[in-house]
């Protein structure tokens, strides 16, 4: 039977439903079909959707989030296509809409990150899996806000998420909001990821400074150049799907983040 949704850029799309070819353009969406119980009916996933591996390994690839192969997209003939404002290009996006439905997600919060996985669920017929998983998301994270606030943490962070140039997670992220719930000040004040000079962050005296292992890799080896520019700082490796995946993985990134507090303590 045709079924009409609304997804996050307030469009229409409608198909078959429920739907059995779906190709999934975001990492964190891809595990979050799967966890919710999917199986073969996820075609098509991008060669970063790394979770999990024995999936990864069996399915089509598509490109990467930013570049997308659309004839590979193509030639998969998906009745849906699931997507995400932010991690997607535009014109590639606007592009695969006049052929096919195209559900998009649009993420700041994890407020907002809930009702995904809620819409979500709708989307693929797993309503009581996407209610079970938002349900130890959401008691997870109002433990870690709870411990945050018993155990006193008040510290200014910078999130670099790229090197050469230097970028850093800023306001009305998905990141700002996750760092926000466990007592982290974000000393970023401008929205989304600017660019930032390392004698500039010195300037914000940020008491943490944490080094994202996505999208840019860091390692080790930039912890001491940062630890240089900036001496007043502690350096920190940080996991960067704790921070920044917004589906199912919020579930892991709960336990991960427990132990990173005792860290910041």
Known sequence: MIRTFTDQLNRSISFNYPPKRIVSLVPSQTELLFDLGLDTEVIGI????????????????????????????????PDLIIGNKEENEQAQIEELMTEFPVWMSDI??????????????????RQPEASYLNF???????????????????KRVAYLIWREPYMLAGKDTFIDDILTINGLRNVITQSRYPEVDLSKLNELKPDLIFLSSEPYPFKEKHTEEIKKAVPGAKVMLVDGEMFSWYGSRLVKAVQYLFQFQKELL
């Open 46 to 77: 991008t060669k970063f959707c790394i979770h999990p591996i024995k999936k990864f390994a069996e399915r089509t690839k598509i490109g990467g989030t930013k570049k997308l192969n659309i004839d590979q997209i193509r030639s998969l003939k």
């Open 108 to 125: 700041y919060t994890l407020t907002d990150a809930k009702h995904t996985i809620t819409q979500i669920g709708e989307l693929v017929d």
């Open 136 to 154: 130890l998301i959401n008691a997870g994270f109002t433990d870690l806000q709870a411990l945050a606030l018993q155990q006193g943490i008040d």
